[in-house]
């Protein structure tokens, strides 16, 4: 049964139910319980149930829990004061319904008596906002944790898949024989393949180092893996780089691109007879970065899951444990039988 009820309504029903079992207790030792006290404590606990939820409601509703430290401080002493004088008019008003300390009625002001209600509410409502603050705190904390090592388990598992991708047989066998054939034909381009060759597994070894790097960088590796593949599909592959300068040093995550390009090449160009392109976009719309990459072919739905499925599988897990849900993935069908892979990440402040 309990385990239906969540954690924070068994916390809301504990903590004032707690509240009212002391105070209760405190009036009976001391000899002076009366009825009108015990209905009063009760409409205060329900009052302070709802007043606590609908001031969880703003907290939500404004992500106050999302802010800066300093912004969530302001946030919490301001709902903390209208929470307070709002619980603090209300008991007044019921306390004042159900007739209950005559005698405070005939002393104070109705002005004085909410003063007085509100500040005796201010210490109920901080406490629960600060426990409430708290939680949230220490729970933001360990699911950060609890992500990072998520991150680190899985650059690591694609950093072993991205080695065995690019030291594949096929893969070496053909970027081999295509250097072979160019050492005695053209040198400078053979030794050129072989340092491209060599900057793409010193890169994919390097991987699990990092969480990001700045898009040259991918670029520069994106360069030398389809310098390779050229020499194999020569005029079949025609590749445009569409790229602003400005997002040069925006940070991404390594090999994501390079992942993307590889499956545009190994599910794309090389089922065209004819060949066909892959065209590498780069730019700011709006208060994003947006990369895309665009090639022949039909989209990968269309291909077994397991030849495909990992390359998008990861590219969207890395995307939601790096950027909490602020980035996004997705790859769809285009005219003209092609395909466009998509991401969209926040831009980052360089220093």
Request: net charge positive.
């Amino acid at each position: 049964m309990f385990r239906k009820i969540s954690n924070y309504w068994l916390c809301q029903t504990g903590g004032w139910g707690t509240m009212m079992a002391i105070s209760l207790f405190f009036i009976y030792t001391s000899g002076k319980l009366e009825k009108y006290y015990i209905l009063s404590l009760l409409i205060s606990c329900v009052l302070g149930v709802i007043t606590t939820h609908i001031m969880r409601y703003f907290i939500h509703h404004y992500d106050v829990l999302k802010k800066s430290v300093k912004a969530q401080l302001f946030y919490f002493i301001i709902l903390t004061l209208i929470f307070s004088i709002l619980y603090g008019s209300i008991s007044e008003v019921t306390d004042n319904l159900i007739g209950f300390n005559p005698e405070r009625l005939q002393k104070y002001s109705i002005a004085k008596r909410i003063f007085l209600s509100s500040f005796n509410a201010l210490w109920l409502i901080g406490i629960w906002n600060l426990i409430y603050y708290l939680y949230h705190f220490i729970e933001r904390n360990r699911t950060q944790e609890l992500d990072k090592l998520r991150l680190e388990a899985l650059v690591k598992s694609l950093e072993l898949k991205t080695i065995k991708s690019h030291i594949n047989p096929h893969f070496i066998f053909n970027a081999l024989n295509s250097i072979r054939a160019l050492v005695d034909e053209n040198p400078e381009r053979a030794r050129r393949a072989i340092t491209e060759l060599s900057n793409i597994l010193r890169s994919s070894m390097r991987a699990e180092q990092m969480e990001t790097v700045p898009l040259q960088q991918e670029l520069d590796i994106v360069k030398d893996y389809l310098a390779l593949e050229q020499m194999r599909f020569e005029e079949r592959l025609k590749v445009i780089f569409e790229i602003d300068p400005d997002t040069l040093n925006q940070p991404v995550p390594p090999m994501m691109l390079q992942t993307l390009v590889e499956n545009a090449i190994k599910h794309g160009i090389s089922k065209q007879i004819n060949g066909g392109f892959i065209t590498i976009h780069s730019a700011f719309i709006k208060d994003h970065h947006e990369l895309r990459v665009i090639n022949s072919g039909r989209y990968l739905d269309k291909i077994k899951e397991e030849e495909a499925g990992f390359g998008i599988k990861s590219t969207q897990d890395r995307l939601n444990l790096l950027y909490q849900g602020k980035a996004n993935f997705e790859i769809q069908d285009l005219k003209d039988n092609t395909v466009q892979s998509k991401i969209i990440i926040p831009i980052a402040e360089i220093l």
